[in-house]
């Protein structure tokens, strides 16, 4: 029984963290919208959030979580002295305020100890308290002070501690509250909370029901032809019977064949129709059973979006400027798990437009601007797919420092260049490796934000493209599915392997006589509807050589693909288009997260299980390949480079040599800037690694030193110091830090990645 309570109990708060992040995101995004003026209806705004944090505090009640609901109690109160006009809504307030929710949140995840949770609660509390004004003589005798009475300011405090606690026994009894919203809220019995692991195990098992349909699918055609088969015999059986028997064995024949031979094909027949009739009752019921388990996984862009204005607030105080968010559709819905899938792309977005895009305040005021700079989140739905768009109105990009840097990393020949045009040049942001910072924060830096944002989204089968104007800002466009579930595909056979391309990714299938292919650079083209596409066998670039060789040569004609993403066009060359179809995407699993090529397999209705072909790395493979189409010579294996570490805390100092050589790189350790000095005269180093804070010469003027010696203006130094203000990064910049790592955010998979990068 007892496991059973327990059970229940991590149930009943998985559910619970769930509402919280509902009711702290409202709060939140609420506060920021008063906060910055942006709220049309004050009154409005702070009755949402009394609400929203008096339902917290019943749900906290409810799990005995007491910090949590201490916090929601004193937070009430501040909104119930707003309401009543006790007190306004200074920038102290609003702050503590959003302290506080930045702290609820900290407890319902769990990343407080409660030792630490309850002093820190205490405190809130106390401050939180402070905000409300206590009331005078007059207010004390007609808010609280009984008939006749004579108030005492401490006495008023008293009882405005006492009216709290007599207010969180009420709260138990208290009805609900069925009148509010206006009557357009849902009632009880229209909603319900469920887990999200329940709604997707029952989608799965719905998307399962597709095989059933594909394969009755099957069977009627087996059928239909099997009748095809049956009549072709029986017309072949009676001429050999008219032709070849004598005339007595003919007429024994036709009566045994007038018994069996009809009796046959009727049944047939009628095996042929209910087969059709199951397979258009299945088809209905599983296409509208998929359809309305779709419907519960569906939720707006604004369950998500509520995360963005404090998302936004707390960026922009770290990085010293303003900054606003806007957002426009977020009532359009989508798969709840395709929204899991874009939470992390647009946080990068939205930080990298804050941190590239958006001036500050007094640059901006140079310019014209508003001190506040906005950055605009539109949703759109649009033939099946969802468009947002993540824009600023910041200062651009600049495209010349997006190639430079490309070149820097070796990812474009420097000949290349003239040739690119503005569109070519900004995808190259994309790049894994290519940024425009100058320093490498625990912010961004790294060029790596938009490389991951491309990659989730191509996961999704979408398309990220990017725009910019100088001065004027940068849109980020991403189109992704509304669904996961299923999709079409355009199934094509190479050799003896079937595989299946999405047909979003499919323009057009084409078949061209052989002579029509031409050799432009040593590549082979091919012309469809006018412009010229390189034409790539597909057997080639899955390494299937046995079928890229196979030229067949009494077929006169090719047939191709014609595959597009983004910017890109190629033909693909198959032996056979076999057609479209419907498929349900089955994953690789946890064994292989990851295969070239591959996004996944279906299931046809034989059983055959065929690979899904993934676009973009299709795309990728057969750009590398070159004029020639041979496979990639392997990359050589980089020699063991050799690091600097400087760190005058041996404790530090030996976990750093320790995770640096079983990386596998040569590591020379010293205790500050002097002994780094002496170690560069002596000896040469890829990289140095330093802490700031050293006696004798510390981390910034051993980096400002190292820049001084021509000989060392190359070498990368990345500085990993506690100091985390805006100000101490900004020195970092300025004595010619290559990365700025705080060890407050410290991560060994972090530290290998930039030294690698930047080695």
């Given at each position: 029984?007892?496991?059973?309570?327990?059970?229940?109990?991590?149930?009943?708060?998985?559910?619970?963290?769930?509402?919280?992040?509902?009711?702290?995101?409202?709060?939140?995004?609420?506060?920021?919208?008063?906060?910055?003026?942006?709220?049309?209806?004050?009154?409005?705004?702070?009755?949402?959030?009394?609400?929203?944090?008096?339902?917290?505090?019943g749900?906290?009640?409810?799990?005995?979580?007491?910090?949590?609901?201490?916090?929601?109690?004193?937070?009430?109160?501040?909104?119930?002295?707003?309401?009543?006009?006790?007190?306004?809504?200074?920038p102290?307030?609003?702050?503590?305020?959003?302290?506080?929710?930045?702290?609820?949140?900290?407890?319902?995840?769990?990343?407080?100890?409660?030792?630490?949770?309850?002093?820190?609660?205490?405190?809130?509390?106390?401050?939180?308290?402070?905000?409300?004004?206590?009331?005078?003589?007059?207010?004390?005798?007609?808010?609280?002070g009984?008939?006749?009475?004579?108030?005492?300011?401490t006495?008023?405090?008293?009882?405005?501690?006492?009216?709290?606690?007599q207010?969180?026994v009420?709260?138990?009894?208290e009805?609900?509250?069925?009148?509010?919203?206006?009557?357009?809220?849902?009632?009880?019995?229209e909603?319900?909370?469920?887990?999200?692991?329940?709604?997707?195990?029952?989608?799965?098992?719905?998307?399962?029901?597709?095989?059933?349909?594909?394969?009755?699918?099957?069977?009627?055609?087996?059928?239909?032809?099997?009748?095809?088969?049956?009549?072709?015999?029986?017309?072949?059986?009676?001429?050999?019977?008219?032709?070849?028997?004598?005339?007595?064995?003919?007429?024994?024949?036709?009566?045994?064949?007038?018994?069996?031979?009809?009796?046959?094909?009727?049944?047939?027949?009628?095996?042929?129709?209910?087969?059709?009739?199951?397979?258009?009752?299945?088809a209905?019921?599983?296409?509208?059973?998929?359809d309305?388990?779709?419907?519960?996984?569906?939720?707006?862009?604004?369950?998500?979006?509520?995360?963005?204005?404090?998302?936004?607030?707390?960026?922009?105080?770290?990085?010293?400027?303003?900054?606003?968010?806007?957002?426009?559709?977020?009532?359009?819905?989508?798969?709840r798990?395709i929204?899991?899938?874009?939470?992390?792309?647009?946080?990068?977005?939205v930080?990298?437009?804050?941190?590239?895009?958006?001036?500050?305040?007094?640059?901006?005021e140079?310019?014209?601007?508003?001190?506040?700079?906005?950055?605009?989140?539109?949703?759109?739905?649009?033939?099946?797919?969802?468009?947002?768009?993540?824009?600023?109105?910041?200062?651009?990009?600049?495209?010349?420092?997006?190639?430079?840097?490309?070149?820097?990393?070796?990812?474009?020949?420097?000949?290349?260049?003239?040739?690119?045009?503005?569109?070519?040049?900004?995808?190259?942001?994309?790049?894994?490796?290519?940024?425009?910072?100058?320093?490498?924060?625990?912010?961004?830096?790294?060029?790596l934000?938009?490389?991951?944002?491309?990659?989730?989204?191509?996961?999704?089968?979408?398309?990220?493209?990017?725009?910019?104007?100088?001065?004027?800002?940068?849109?980020?466009?991403?189109?992704?599915?509304?669904?996961?579930?299923?999709?079409?595909?355009?199934?094509?056979?190479?050799?003896?392997?079937?595989?299946?391309?999405?047909?979003?990714?499919v323009?057009?299938?084409?078949?061209?006589?052989?002579?029509?292919?031409?050799?432009?650079?040593?590549?082979?083209?091919?012309?469809?509807?006018?412009?010229?596409?390189?034409?790539?066998?597909?057997?080639?670039?899955?390494?299937?050589?046995?079928?890229?060789?196979?030229?067949?040569?009494?077929?006169?004609?090719?047939?191709?693909?014609?595959?597009?993403?983004?910017?890109?066009r190629?033909?693909f060359m198959?032996?056979?288009?076999l057609?479209?179809?419907?498929?349900?995407?089955?994953?690789?699993?946890?064994?292989?997260?990851?295969?070239?090529?591959?996004?996944?397999?279906?299931?046809?209705?034989?059983?055959r299980?065929?690979?899904?072909?993934?676009?973009?790395?299709?795309?990728?493979?057969?750009?590398?390949?070159?004029?020639?189409?041979?496979?990639v010579?392997?990359?050589?294996?980089a020699?063991?480079?050799?690091?600097?570490?400087?760190?005058?805390?041996?404790?530090?100092?030996m976990?750093?040599?320790n995770?640096?050589?079983?990386?596998?790189?040569?590591?020379?350790?010293?205790?500050?800037?002097?002994?780094?000095?002496a170690?560069?005269?002596?000896?040469?180093?890829?990289?140095?690694?330093?802490?700031?804070?050293m006696?004798?010469?510390?981390?910034?003027?051993?980096?400002?030193r190292?820049?001084?010696?021509?000989?060392?203006?190359?070498?990368?130094?990345?500085?990993?110091?506690?100091l985390?203000?805006?100000?101490?990064?900004?020195?970092?910049?300025?004595?010619?830090?290559?990365?700025?790592?705080?060890?407050?955010?410290?991560?060994?998979?972090?530290?290998?990645?930039?030294?690698?990068?930047?080695?």
């Amino acid at each position: 029984m007892v496991t059973g309570d327990a059970e229940f109990l991590e149930r009943l708060l998985a559910m619970f963290r769930i509402e919280a992040r509902e009711h702290l995101n409202v709060i939140s995004a609420e506060l920021a919208r008063l906060e910055k003026g942006d709220s049309r209806d004050q009154a409005g705004s702070i009755e949402t959030m009394y609400r929203e944090t008096h339902t917290l505090k019943g749900a906290a009640r409810s799990v005995n979580l007491a910090d949590i609901v201490s916090l929601c109690q004193a937070v009430e109160s501040v909104f119930s002295a707003l309401k009543n006009d006790r007190m306004a809504l200074s920038p102290q307030a609003a702050d503590l305020l959003q302290q506080t929710v930045d702290y609820c949140f900290r407890l319902v995840d769990g990343r407080e100890p409660p030792a630490a949770a309850t002093a820190h609660v205490n405190d809130l509390v106390r401050r939180l308290d402070g905000l409300i004004p206590v009331p005078g003589p007059t207010a004390a005798a007609m808010d609280q002070g009984p008939p006749g009475g004579s108030p005492d300011p401490t006495i008023a405090g008293t009882e405005r501690a006492v009216s709290r606690d007599q207010t969180a026994v009420a709260d138990e009894a208290e009805p609900p509250d069925l009148g509010s919203g206006g009557g357009s809220a849902a009632s009880p019995a229209e909603t319900v909370r469920i887990a999200a692991a329940a709604l997707d195990a029952l989608l799965l098992q719905a998307e399962e029901m597709i095989a059933v349909k594909i394969a009755t699918a099957q069977r009627m055609a087996e059928l239909q032809e099997l009748k095809k088969q049956f009549d072709a015999w029986k017309k072949e059986r009676q001429r050999d019977l008219s032709f070849t028997m004598p005339r007595t064995r003919v007429a024994a024949g036709q009566i045994s064949t007038e018994n069996f031979i009809p009796a046959f094909g009727a049944r047939m027949m009628a095996l042929v129709r209910a087969a059709e009739d199951d397979h258009r009752v299945a088809a209905s019921l599983i296409d509208t059973l998929l359809d309305d388990m779709k419907k519960t996984l569906m939720l707006p862009f604004s369950s998500m979006f509520e995360m963005f204005p404090r998302l936004v607030r707390d960026l922009a105080r770290t990085a010293g400027k303003k900054a606003e968010v806007t957002i426009d559709g977020g009532e359009i819905e989508m798969d709840r798990r395709i929204l899991q899938e874009l939470k992390d792309p647009l946080v990068h977005l939205v930080r990298n437009c804050l941190d590239h895009g958006i001036e500050p305040p007094a640059e901006r005021e140079k310019k014209y601007k508003p001190a506040y700079g906005t950055i605009r989140i539109e949703v759109a739905s649009r033939d099946g797919k969802v468009e947002i768009a993540v824009a600023d109105d910041g200062r651009g990009i600049d495209i010349a420092s997006i190639v430079s840097a490309a070149v820097k990393q070796a990812m474009i020949a420097p000949e290349a260049v003239a040739a690119l045009d503005d569109r070519e040049a900004l995808q190259l942001l994309f790049q894994s490796g290519v940024t425009t910072s100058p320093l490498i924060t625990d912010l961004s830096g790294r060029g790596l934000g938009l490389a991951i944002v491309r990659e989730k989204v191509e996961k999704l089968n979408g398309t990220v493209t990017v725009d910019t104007r100088p001065e004027e800002g940068t849109t980020f466009r991403l189109v992704v599915p509304l669904t996961l579930a299923t999709y079409k595909g355009v199934l094509v056979r190479v050799a003896e392997q079937l595989f299946v391309l999405p047909a979003t990714n499919v323009e057009r299938v084409a078949r061209a006589r052989r002579e029509e292919v031409r050799t432009v650079e040593n590549r082979e083209t091919l012309v469809i509807d006018g412009r010229p596409l390189a034409l790539v066998r597909l057997g080639a670039v899955l390494g299937l050589e046995a079928a890229a060789a196979r030229q067949p040569v009494d077929d006169p004609f090719v047939q191709v693909t014609v595959v597009g993403l983004a910017e890109k066009r190629l033909a693909f060359m198959v032996d056979e288009i076999l057609g479209e179809l419907e498929v349900l995407v089955k994953p690789l699993g946890r064994q292989l997260p990851r295969v070239r090529h591959f996004m996944g397999a279906t299931v046809l209705g034989n059983g055959r299980v065929v690979p899904l072909l993934n676009v973009p790395d299709l795309l990728k493979s057969a750009v590398k390949q070159g004029p020639s189409l041979g496979v990639v010579p392997a990359v050589a294996a980089a020699k063991s480079n050799s690091v600097l570490v400087v760190e005058d805390s041996i404790t530090a100092r030996m976990l750093m040599k320790n995770i640096l050589e079983a990386a596998g790189y040569q590591v020379q350790a010293v205790v500050d800037g002097v002994d780094a000095l002496a170690a560069l005269r002596s000896r040469e180093f890829d990289i140095v690694v330093s802490d700031v804070e050293m006696p004798r010469i510390d981390g910034f003027d051993l980096t400002a030193r190292i820049r001084a010696d021509k000989k060392f203006a190359d070498l990368p130094v990345v500085l990993v110091t506690a100091l985390e203000s805006r100000e101490d990064r900004e020195r970092g910049i300025d004595v010619g830090a290559s990365a700025y790592i705080v060890k407050s955010s410290f991560d060994q998979s972090n530290l290998l990645e930039v030294i690698g990068r930047l080695i």
